[in-house]
């Protein structure tokens, strides 16, 4: 039986400086390349090409991946507060890199999730409703191959830890809460499916890829047992800005080149510690209250171990990346409940391949509030991350300000200083949600002028964004 191997995030003592405040900025800059000499023949360089600007006018990129020359970008609607979240999102694909995308919307009741790029070019597509799940795959210019409807006969009688009446629908491939609780990555040409069911359990499947738009399961794994989870809501206020009432919900799923696949879950609001140490007989994440969970799976989908990251304090995941033998979990955590709103940060960690012990938890205090919200290794070693700071959160409530500040940031692999580095923003609220290599460049996708929790409480005009993806050089060490 793998085992799980727990870490802590050290807690900032009273008496000295918050621990994040110990990572200083360096001099590394985001820039663009350079140009050359003149040549001998007297021949002048081809012009750079144009920098990559699309604008998405009141939706937030929240997903971008290149797809040779072309690039694909997950869109998503900004909404309101929801009982069951239901996102409204689309993909724009560009199969040439021009400044425009071919833009692809969800039937009628059924929500687009999740996409993922094959080396083939061709695309896969996650759809979802409040109960069932759909796959497609696509063209590299999004025209549709086909279609065929997910189903999992074993996902009724997982095991579930607690009591079935706490249960809605059994049958559900989705948690009553939301229809965002499922993650596609792709295994070469075929696909990694990871969810959250109606049991409340975490499962991934292989689906094989056919070659006509169909799939068939290569195997299936339970990657947690089912367990309570709780719900979270605010008083007041009409917007959520990090997707923070339901993160106990969702996972985050990354597939590396050896067909090695990582899920995470958080921990906060659930029973999950007890259910996992009492289902895998692994009792020592039972100690842990706040935090999360990284499972790892070899290509076959057997499971190679679990970690679990002790954050001490409230913490959320929102990113997860391999990066050669090692795996990267990031999102904030409350280091410290501080009256002036600033005791969340950004936190990085740093896991071995293989659920192996060891790793490490970096956290990063950047300016007031941060958040990492996705995270990629560069060529060279380092580590960019993408997200928001400069904002503040009530205290003793969940309501962020409007004021947010885009968070584009490197760090060395091994840990060490991290370097801010600039990022354009709007008036109002800012986030970087993704960024992905292209081109030998880096295609940085987000939103500005987007609302904060009550923004939008008097207004539902101001429930809106300045959606952009963009593209960047990384300067040299």
Same mark, same amino acid.
């Given at each position: 039986?793998?085992?799980?191997? %727990? ?158 009446? #706490? ?90 080149? #050896? ?167 709007? %008036? ?50």
């Amino acid at each position: 039986m793998p085992n799980t191997h %727990p870490f802590h995030v050290s807690k900032p003592s009273a008496t000295l400086p918050r621990l994040a405040a110990l990572f200083s900025a360096a001099a590394l800059l985001l820039g663009a390349c350079g140009g050359g000499g003149g040549g001998s023949g007297g021949s002048e360089p081809p012009p750079p090409p144009a920098p990559l600007a699309v604008t998405t006018p009141g939706v937030a990129v929240v997903k971008a991946r290149a797809n040779g020359a072309g690039w694909v970008a997950l869109t998503e609607k900004l909404r309101g507060l929801e009982n069951t979240t239901t996102p409204d999102r689309r993909l724009l694909v560009s199969s040439d890199g021009r400044q425009g995308g071919t833009p692809i919307t969800a039937p009628a009741g059924w929500s687009l999730v999740d996409v993922a790029v094959h080396p083939s070019g061709q695309l896969s597509v996650v759809l979802s409703t409040n109960k069932a799940l759909k796959l497609q795959r696509r063209s590299a210019n999004g025209t549709l191959i086909g279609e065929s409807d997910f189903s999992d006969a074993q996902a009724a009688t997982d095991p579930y830890l607690g009591d079935p009446l #706490q249960l809605r629908d059994s049958q559900s491939l989705q948690p009553h809460a939301t229809r965002d609780a499922v993650r596609i990555a792709p295994l070469g040409e075929d696909l990694v499916i990871a969810l959250r069911t109606g049991r409340h359990a975490v499962v991934a499947h292989r689906m094989v890829h056919s070659g006509s738009g169909q799939f068939t399961r290569a195997w299936r794994t339970l990657v947690e047992p089912g367990v309570f989870i709780g719900a979270v809501g605010l008083t007041s206020g009409s917007f959520d800005p990090f997707n923070s009432l339901d993160n106990q919900w969702k996972l985050s799923l990354d597939v590396d080149a #050896q067909g090695r696949s990582a899920i995470a879950v958080n921990l906060g609001y659930t029973e999950l510690a007890e259910g996992h140490a009492q289902h895998f007989n692994e009792p020592l994440v039972r100690q842990v209250e706040h935090g999360a969970l990284a499972t790892q799976l070899n290509a076959q989908g057997q499971r190679l171990g679990a970690t679990v990251i002790n954050t001490l304090q409230r913490s959320e995941v929102h990113a997860l990346r391999w990066a050669g033998d090692q795996l990267l979990v990031a999102g904030r955590v409350r280091t410290e409940q501080r009256p002036d709103g600033f005791g969340w940060d950004a936190y990085l960690a740093r896991l071995p391949a293989g659920g192996a012990a060891g790793g490490s938890v970096q956290v990063l205090d950047f300016d007031r509030g941060d958040v990492i919200l996705d995270i990629a290794p560069t060529a060279d070693g380092r580590l960019l991350l993408a997200g928001a700071t400069g904002y503040w959160q009530n205290p003793t409530g969940g309501s962020i300000s409007e004021e947010s500040q885009p968070l584009l940031a490197l760090v060395p692999a091994a840990g060490g200083n991290a370097s801010r580095i600039t990022a354009a923003a709007g %008036p109002r609220h800012n986030q970087l949600r993704s960024v992905a290599p292209w081109q030998g460049r880096w295609l940085v996708g987000g939103f500005e002028n987007g609302p904060g929790t009550h923004s939008a409480d008097a207004d539902a005009n101001r429930l809106s964004a300045d959606g952009h993806l963009r593209d960047r050089a990384l300067a040299p060490f």
